[in-house]
Nanobody
Framework: QVQLVESGGGLVQAGGSLRLSCAASGLTFGTSAMGWFRQVPGKERELLSAISASGGSTSYADSVKGRFTISRDNAKNTVYLQMSSLKPEDTAVYYC?????????????????WGQGTQVTVSS
């Protein structure tokens, strides 16, 4: 059974930083591209960043480019999202997702497995 467990969310002031982690089990992590999404009530889930299975390719949404950094540690079956210069509009539930492909997926349907999400709240 595949499990993706996010951690690291919480409350932070605007301008602050957080690092999200997503620990994966039950899948071949080293051959799975990973993504970080977020969702606010009433809006579609948004892809923020993705990383290929090897870590050699990454992608970022314009809204987070230059502020967020995705990385992975295949030895630990973990993907990270380092978030800095946080803004109140970054407030959302953040999800990690896994894809049974080596290459990055750019849309929600491209991902096969999802975590339960972690809340990030940025106060002004």
């Amino acid at each position: 059974q595949v499990q993706l467990v996010e951690s690291g969310g919480g409350l932070v002031q605007a301008g602050g930083s957080l690092r999200l982690s997503c620990a994966a089990s039950g899948l071949t992590f080293g051959t799975s591209a990973m993504g970080w999404f977020r969702q606010v009530p009433g809006k579609e889930r948004e892809l923020l960043s993705a990383i290929s299975a090897s870590g050699g390719s990454t992608s970022y949404a314009d809204s987070v480019k230059g502020r967020f950094t995705i990385s992975r540690d295949n030895a630990k079956n973990t993907v990270y999202l380092q978030m800095s210069s946080l803004k109140p509009e970054d407030t959302a539930v953040y999800y990690c997702a896994a894809r049974r492909r080596l290459n990055i997926g750019y849309y929600s349907p491209a991902y096969d497995y999802w975590g339960q999400g972690t809340q990030v709240t940025v106060s002004s």
